[in-house]
């Protein structure tokens, strides 16, 4: 069964350094989402994408968060500078372009910033 | 945009006995409504899901509805085993502003054997 791969898995930075998750959807997905969620939490959307494009990034920290899919197809999400605040899981999940489709989540990476 | 509200936060059975777990939604053009199942530490699954013009669902212990005008839905879990134990997040995807999806806030489920 393919499935959204992702990477790192966990990762413990600094405050005020950078981090960066990398995220391959599922093969044939066009769009792609990164989710934020805190422990005890519901995820919550980032960024979305619709091929290389960006669908809606209106919850993204765009002070510190950056998220790129150049060729439609991998993804990156990069934070710089990292905050405490910021210490959560980042899912990346992908679906079918189009309604009707559901979407499938990455195992996920955790990130603590200390 | 939408909001999904999600209850209880925190529900805890007796094994064999169900549990039923309720959302609401504000986006009457919300129109798909699936069920995630988060072990801890891992990514949350599909379950079950529900498109807006079907009532109810239902798959083996599982079951879910859907109530429009009310704009309601419910995960019903029959049969309660250990292994059900998890936390369960419900989601509304709406047509509006590019098929976002909108998650409740989870409902830690405990099946005690």
């Known amino acids: 069964e393919a499935e959204v791969a992702q990477s790192p898995r966990y990762k413990i930075t600094e405050k005020s350094q950078a981090v960066a998750f990398w995220c391959d959807p599922i093969s044939g997905h066009a769009t792609l989402y990164w989710y934020r969620q805190i422990l005890g939490q519901g995820p919550e959307l980032l960024v979305q994408?619709?091929?290389?494009?960006?669908?809606?990034d209106s919850q993204l920290p765009k002070d510190r968060f950056s998220a790129e899919r150049l060729k439609g197809v991998d993804s990156t999400l990069k934070i710089q500078p990292a905050e405490l605040g910021d210490s959560a899981m980042y899912l990346c999940?992908?679906?079918?372009?189009?309604?009707?489709?559901?979407?499938?989540f990455g195992e996920g990476s955790w990130l603590t910033v200390v | 945009g939408e909001n999904v509200e999600q209850h209880p936060s925190t529900l805890s059975v007796q094994e064999g006995d169900s549990a039923v777990i309720k959302c609401t939604y504000s986006?009457?053009?919300?129109?798909?409504f699936p069920w995630y199942k988060q072990e801890l530490g891992k990514r949350p699954q599909l379950i079950i899901d529900?498109?807006?013009?079907?009532g109810e669902k239902k798959d083996q212990r599982i079951a879910v509805t859907l109530n429009k005008t009310a704009k309601h839905f419910s995960l019903h879990i029959t049969e309660t085993q250990p292994e059900d134990s998890a936390v369960y997040f419900c989601a509304a995807r709406t047509s509006n502003t590019g098929n976002q999806f909108y998650f409740g806030t989870g409902t830690s489920l405990t099946v005690i054997p």
């Open positions: 529900i498109r807006s013009n079907v």
């Open positions: 994408f619709q091929d290389e494009s960006v669908v809606d």
């Open positions: 999940a992908s679906s079918l372009k189009g309604s009707g489709n559901t979407i499938y």
């Open positions: 986006d009457s053009a919300s129109n798909y």
